[in-house]
């Protein structure tokens, strides 16, 4: 019977964020290994699974709608459908019972190793299989993930779960407590990736900077990966702001190799509010570590996540965090309308209360307010002198002239065509717009 199911073939789909689609090569890579085909035309495709997201609505909507989709392209038997991820552990029942949605098997985050099972087990007629326990333990440190990015920047999932409860986010529930890889095994990781060409790591956690193995700490681990041949630039995401020791950005400042850029999320500028969301900080503790981290690390580039119409927030509360997004300066914000998820705290405890009508008011408030600051920061670097680290083209828009990032992240449009991908190039910055810079290298 397994032997029928090998050599099937499979179309993968991944939604949200980077640590998903670092679960779609852990998921490749224990597929491929079992003989499955792995497949870019879906029309091909035996199997379709889709590795889910429920971070917000809109997410968990769009997988209802798709499965919806195929299985009206595909009737009801001609396809199996898979659901994985963060979906899969909070709707196991719900998309199970759903008849119309006809879900075949469903894996959580936790239970990719037994993929090869489930979907033998539910290849029997009519027959559903599922797993989605959550494990203390599991790091999948012993898979090498399948990769699909090519060129210049690699992901490492370097710790998973996390244990701060932000009542909020439902990720402590779909994926479970905190766990940290051991040092020896992410920088093996990162010296393979290094030898296959990569040329920049970025260091994944949903509260990297908490990473912990036995006595090794973050900064442990960024240092040793910089010390790899090959490696040029080393990236981290995302940070929680109450894990930042001195010595982490003493490390920053002084290790040329780690890239001077800190995704550091907000949340709220009000503190009634950071308090309801148990973000454990005030907005001076968060003002205040700004200003730290700018002392340390001058050129420093900050970004940051925003949640506006959090349950009870009033007008006044969030001109707070309007006035916190003055004083820290973000170079760029992510900004989010409050989404209530099934089963976290703020669910349970705070009903949704402020309108889509003010939510969408207050995040084009905000935009706007981002974005003039984010233009004004871009402006600023015209005429400066960057490492702008070459990277493919964007697929939709092939003709475009080369393009790169520099050590703050920043987008740079090149005046010319042909740069290697991977190399690094001085570039003197001649434009800027509130979405990318635009530079040119044979004038600096
Ligand atoms: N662990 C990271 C952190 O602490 O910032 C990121 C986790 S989450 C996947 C990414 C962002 O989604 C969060 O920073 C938050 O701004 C946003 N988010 C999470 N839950 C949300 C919700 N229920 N409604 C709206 N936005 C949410
Ligand atoms: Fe969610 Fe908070 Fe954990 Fe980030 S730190 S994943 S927002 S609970």
């Not at 090998?6 to 640590?19: A, N, P, R, S, V």
Request: net charge neutral; glycine share 6%.
């Amino acid at each position: 019977m397994i032997n029928q199911i090998k050599q099937k073939k499979i179309f993968l789909e991944t939604y949200g964020c980077q640590m998903n689609e670092y679960d779609s090569q852990l998921v490749r890579a224990i597929l491929k290994k079992e003989n499955y085909e792995f497949v870019t035309d879906e029309r091909k495709a035996d199997i379709i699974m889709l590795n889910t997201c429920s971070v917000r609505e809109h997410a968990h909507r769009k997988v209802y709608g798709r499965v919806h989709h195929i299985r009206h392209a595909r009737g009801k038997d001609s396809v199996m459908i898979g659901i994985l991820g963060c979906m899969a552990t909070n709707l196991r029942k719900d998309l199970l019972e759903d008849r119309s949605l006809k879900i075949d098997f469903i894996a959580g985050p936790d239970s990719y190793k037994h993929l090869p099972q489930l979907i033998h087990e539910a290849s029997d007629e009519d027959r559903k299989s599922y797993d989605v326990t959550l494990s203390e333990f599991e790091t999948y440190s012993d898979i090498y993930p399948s990769r699909t990015e090519d060129g210049v920047n690699a992901w490492i999932a370097v710790m998973r779960g996390c244990n701060n409860f932000c009542t909020f986010c439902v990720v402590p529930y779909t994926r479970g407590r905190e766990r940290s890889r051991s040092p020896k095994n992410v920088v093996d990781e990162a010296r393979r990736l290094a030898v296959e060409g990569f040329k920049q790591i970025t260091l994944l956690g949903q509260n990297v900077n908490s990473y912990r193995y036995d006595n090794y700490d973050f900064a442990y681990l960024m240092d040793e990966v910089s010390k790899i041949d090959g490696i040029k630039r080393i990236r981290f995401t995302s940070p929680h702001p109450k894990d930042f020791p001195d010595r982490f950005l003493d490390l920053m400042a002084a290790n040329p190799k780690i890239c001077k850029h800190i995704h550091l999320p907000l949340q709220a500028g009000n503190n009634r509010i950071l308090d309801m969301m148990n973000r454990t900080y005030t907005s001076e503790d968060f003002v205040n570590l700004v200003d730290k981290i700018r002392t340390k690390i001058p050129n420093v580039a900050l970004t940051t996540d925003i949640i506006v119409g959090f349950p009870t927030e009033t007008d006044g509360e969030f001109e707070d965090t309007i006035q916190v997004v003055a004083q820290a300066a973000f170079d760029s914000a992510f900004t989010f309308k409050y989404s209530q998820r099934q089963g976290t705290i703020a669910s349970k405890e705070y009903p949704d209360d402020v309108s889509e009508a003010i939510k969408t008011e207050r995040i084009m408030c905000l935009n706007e307010i981002q974005k003039n600051i984010t233009l004004k920061k871009n402006q600023a670097h015209i005429g400066q002198v960057f490492d702008i680290l070459i990277e493919p083209i964007f697929q939709e828009k092939p003709s475009i002239n080369s393009v790169g990032r520099t050590d703050g992240n920043k987008l740079v449009i090149l005046s010319q065509n042909g740069y290697k991908i991977g190399d690094m190039i001085k570039t003197i910055i001649t434009g800027a717009t509130p979405h990318a810079l635009k530079g040119d290298p044979s004038i600096s």
